[in-house]
């Protein structure tokens, strides 16, 4: 399991928001503070913790975050930004410098905050985002564009709740694509233990590798690279990725790297049905 690259950085947003440079918060992500959503994307509930799992900036790479508020009167957002090590980062804004940023939302406004510093080497972050005091239900997305002029390409990943038991990604055209399993543990003081294993078309388990990540840690396990002795050019696999062991706050997401014109895609997930103990 590998790190990523390291950081990002933030502009101002429209009218309807008010945008607040600040720190991110001590005990920002304490365990068992933010009720688990067993359907990502299908119920937003109001103590939900929201991360953005993967922002880049620097050379051709930049991020938009895009918040709206899903209640008839104002949202307080605060959003804390982290680093592959799991460290806060400080990043750029249109209003400052600082690794946290306050967002007020009018009622049912939808607000678009765009990253851009031109960051030389390469940044990589995440963001760790909740209403003030998990009182109140937002949503929104990141969209990544990669290039420049006529030949910039576009990918949304959604905000996702922090807390995956289990998940299963596709792995597709492995000849073609590289496909990185993006793992991001956002507990802050423990570790997670990772089982990923590979499945063919049919469903059967071919091979499995276990990854541990330490608190705030967001890691990329490759699996062309970790599963090649058992991937043929033809097939179509998928990853299941479950905690076994440790901190059950995480997120996965898979990024795919390669084929006509160096296309970067965030491929689908299906989130299985768990039961909490």
């Not at 479950?242 to 296309?263: D, K, Q, S």
Request: proline share 5%; charged share 20%.
């Amino acid at each position: 399991m590998r790190r990523t690259v390291l950081l990002i950085l933030l502009a101002a947003a429209a009218a309807v928001a008010q945008v607040r440079v600040t720190t991110a918060r001590e005990g920002l992500r304490p365990s068992g503070q933010g009720k688990p959503s067993r359907e990502r994307g299908t119920l937003i509930e109001k103590d939900t913790v929201h991360v953005f799992p993967y922002i880049v900036d620097g050379a051709t790479l930049s991020t938009e975050l895009v918040f709206t508020g899903l209640e008839d009167h104002e949202v307080k957002v605060h959003c804390g930004f982290y680093g592959v090590d799991g460290k806060p980062v400080e990043l750029t804004f249109a209003g400052g410098a600082g690794s946290g940023v306050d967002i007020t939302l009018a009622a049912r406004a939808t607000v678009t905050i765009p990253i851009r510093s031109g960051a030389t080497p390469g940044i990589t972050a995440w963001a760790y985002c909740t209403s003030d005091g998990f009182t109140d239900r937002f949503s929104g997305h990141a969209v990544v564009r990669a290039g420049t002029g006529a030949a910039v390409r576009e990918f949304t990943i959604p905000m996702l709740a922090d807390n995956e038991i289990k998940a299963t990604l596709p792995v597709m055209a492995p000849a073609t694509y590289q496909t990185g399993i993006l793992v991001l543990n956002t507990s802050d003081d423990q570790a997670t233990v990772v089982r990923l294993t590979l499945r063919d078309a049919t469903g059967a388990a071919l091979a499995a590798r276990v990854a541990r990540l330490d608190a705030g840690v967001l890691g990329v396990f490759l699996v062309n690279t970790n599963f090649r002795d058992f991937l043929t050019a033809e097939g179509d696999y998928s990853i299941q990725a479950e905690v076994v062991e440790g901190a059950p706050w995480n997120v996965t997401l898979a990024l795919r790297i390669g084929g006509p014109a160096g296309t970067l895609a965030f491929t689908p997930y299906v989130l299985e049905r768990w039961t909490p103990e």
